[in-house]
């Protein structure tokens, strides 16, 4: 068969001599014209029809392979142009992106005639060395030759439609910034949405071979690079039509594609509102809700202002912390979300005061003088001062925590100009204070609250046990960072046998008490249980060990994690402490933001996330996929199961 493709080959072109046979091409050397003309250029290229499942390389192989050379041996005074190189199609070959052709591809270049030309036979030849791989890898070789002239036969329309997809002759202008962004002004009447694929032309930057297809936002396409890589000359591609541009680069400042800005404040507001939900805010906010209910004889003009001013204290709150990302970043420093929780100085200073607000709330301390307004707040929401720095304390211990769609709009809010950064935040910061608000505008939302009573003195001593587990969050955060560690399992232990010993004293029900103890023993045999299953060996993220693991053709999951990030626990603990997971063939990298580190900014910043937690799923022959920020089991099942 091999030798009857080769057969037709010769046919169909030229006559062709190759000197070994190809493993999977069929090589033949091809001109566009069978007549020349003196002092005119002359197409003539190297024809490479390759056999079903194999592939051959563009000028850039990308993350492996290599492109095809051609060495050219022409008459004296007969001048040989550089090769065209039609556009490539990107593709996962042994778990590496790369960029190549299938079924076929002609390397054509361009002839002078010279202008003593006669009219007779001139013979051309080339030593073509390419490499086509499919299981395995061939390199391949022949020396070829073609007769041009009188009796020389052209193929017009294999050089039309490579022509047609070369690269445009006008570039399109393209900007490079300092943060790894490439925004590319495109055409007019480019529909947005519509996808793009960018090829380097070097090969200097293997990372290069990652950039994943984009979709066109307006007039802009925005590809992302990690930090620090080479800025290559490249190619862009338009799939959906085959057109293709080469690029004219510069060096300047590139915001992301803008995405719809109401949607994303749309997220930010959704989001904040599901920040009251998170258990490092919900006690703050409760314990707010516990002195609304107190204030029945307060006017309505009295609970308006209070609540605008709890509102005031969460905006400014906001604001100041947009701020300081913001002249960080301009720094130079890569920061993000719950940024002040890398500091072991914000974390003790903090733990100290959840620790003081558990001892007023459980009646061991009376907090005054200058506490007295955030005590009040805390406590009774009496007083303006109060009311302002609750909102101050509950953006405070946000930041461990991070909703549903907040991602998003976050990292969209701080990829922004400043005016739509501190937009996003205020958003963040209404949705927020929104329930709390309404209760204070609402008389009919207030009128649900319970009745004051003496419900009122128990249920501000029970919060105290989430604040206490709260501060001693920190405090094991606190060791984490500075080195001196302990089992946070003790501190919880502890909390829970308080808690047993409150309710038998309050309640003066021992029933209920030992029910509790029965319960607290069955929940710790179930974690002892849970010890003894085999677990998820976590190895350290590096961008590396991220390449070493896809180039040997697995399923990896990098997962950005911190100690501060409830979220981020809550997930390690309910999903992937699962001992199903750790049956699957995957590797498991997790990079640990808990202190400042820019190599998983750098990661996080890639994917337009700001702080975690960000789970990427990355499959073979497939693109990455970011999951959702609060997982499941199946769904993360499903998520490294999946086909490509």
């Not at 006008?170 to 495109?186: F, I, N, Q, T, Y």
């Not at 501000?460 to 560690?485: N, S, Y």
Request: charged share 10%.
């Amino acid at each position: 068969m091999r030798w009857l493709l080769l057969i037709a080959a010769v046919v169909l072109s030229t006559t062709v001599r190759a000197t070994t046979l190809p493993a999977g091409t069929v090589p033949a050397l091809v001109s566009e014209s069978g007549q020349l003309t003196a002092g005119q250029t002359h197409w003539v290229g190297l024809h490479l029809r390759l056999q079903p499942g194999w592939h051959t390389y563009w000028r850039n192989a990308g993350a492996s392979g290599a492109p095809a050379q051609i060495d050219w041996a022409l008459p004296p005074s007969w001048i040989v142009g550089s090769t065209r190189w039609p556009t490539p199609e990107a593709k996962v070959f042994a778990g590496l992106n790369v960029f190549g052709y299938e079924s076929e591809v002609l390397l054509m270049a361009p002839i002078q005639v010279p202008w003593d030309y006669q009219g007779a036979s001139v013979t051309v030849s080339a030593d073509a060395n390419w490499l086509t791989c499919r299981d395995i890898c061939v390199p391949e070789s022949a020396t070829l030759s073609l007769t041009l002239g009188p009796d020389g036969i052209g193929q017009p329309r294999l050089f039309a439609q490579t022509r047609a997809a070369l690269p445009a002759s006008e570039p399109l202008d393209a900007v490079w910034d300092a943060r790894g962004r490439l925004a590319v002004s495109l055409p007019a009447g480019i529909p947005s949405g519509s996808r793009w694929q960018l090829f380097p032309y070097s090969n200097d930057v293997i990372a290069a071979a990652d950039f994943a297809p984009v979709a066109a936002v307006g007039q802009r396409a925005v590809f992302s690079a990690s930090p620090g890589d080479v800025r290559p000359r490249a190619l862009v591609v338009h799939q959906a039509s085959g057109q293709s541009w080469p690029l004219a680069v510069s060096a300047g400042a590139v915001q992301p594609a803008q995405s719809p800005w109401l949607q994303m404040l749309l997220f930010a507001l959704v989001g904040g509102v599901l920040l009251n939900l998170m258990p490092c805010v919900f006690p703050i906010l409760s314990i707010k809700a516990l002195g609304l209910a107190q204030s029945a004889g307060l006017s309505r003009s009295e609970r308006l202002t209070k609540g605008l001013v709890f509102t005031l204290g969460v905006l400014v709150s906001f604001v100041v912390l947009a701020a300081g990302l913001l002249s960080l970043r301009q720094l130079g420093l890569e920061v993000g979300w719950g940024f002040q929780l890398q500091s072991p100085w914000f974390v003790g200073a903090m733990a100290l005061v959840m620790l003081a607000v558990t001892a007023a709330l459980a009646g061991v301390i009376e907090l005054r003088g200058s506490w007295a307004g955030v005590g009040q707040g805390l406590t009774q929401s009496a007083g303006w001062r109060g009311d302002f720095f609750t909102g101050v304390l509950a953006v405070v211990v946000s930041s461990p925590c991070t909703a549903p769609l907040m991602g998003p709009a976050m990292g969209f809010a701080l990829a922004s100009g400043t005016g739509m950064t501190l937009a996003t935040f205020v958003a963040l910061g209404l949705g927020l204070a929104l329930p709390m608000l309404l209760l204070h505008l609402s008389p009919a939302l207030a009128r649900a609250l319970p009745r004051p009573g003496p419900w009122m003195l128990r249920f501000k001593q029970f919060l105290a046990f989430p604040m206490g587990l709260t501060g001693l969050w920190l405090v094991w955060i606190l060791g984490r960072q500075i080195g001196v560690g302990f089992d946070f399992r003790w501190a919880l232990g502890v909390v829970v046998v308080a808690l047993i010993v409150w309710v038998w004293r309050i309640a003066e029900a021992p029933r209920l008490a030992v029910g509790l103890v029965l319960a607290a023993l069955i929940w710790a045999g179930f974690g002892i249980q849970g010890a003894l299953q085999p677990r998820l060996q976590w190895a350290p993220y590096s961008a590396q060990s991220l390449a070493d693991h896809r180039a040997g053709g697995r399923t990896v999951l990098t997962n950005m994690t911190a100690d501060w990030c409830i979220s981020c626990l809550a997930n390690e603990q309910l999903v992937f402490s699962h001992p199903s997971l750790a049956g699957l063939d995957v590797s498991w990298l997790k990079g640990d933001w808990t202190d400042y580190d820019p190599t998983i900014t750098a990661y996080l910043d890639s994917y337009g996330r700001i702080g975690v937690p960000l789970y990427v799923v990355y499959r073979p022959a497939a693109m990455p996929q970011v999951l959702g920020q609060v997982l499941t089991l199946d769904g993360l099942t499903e998520a490294l199961s999946a086909e490509p």
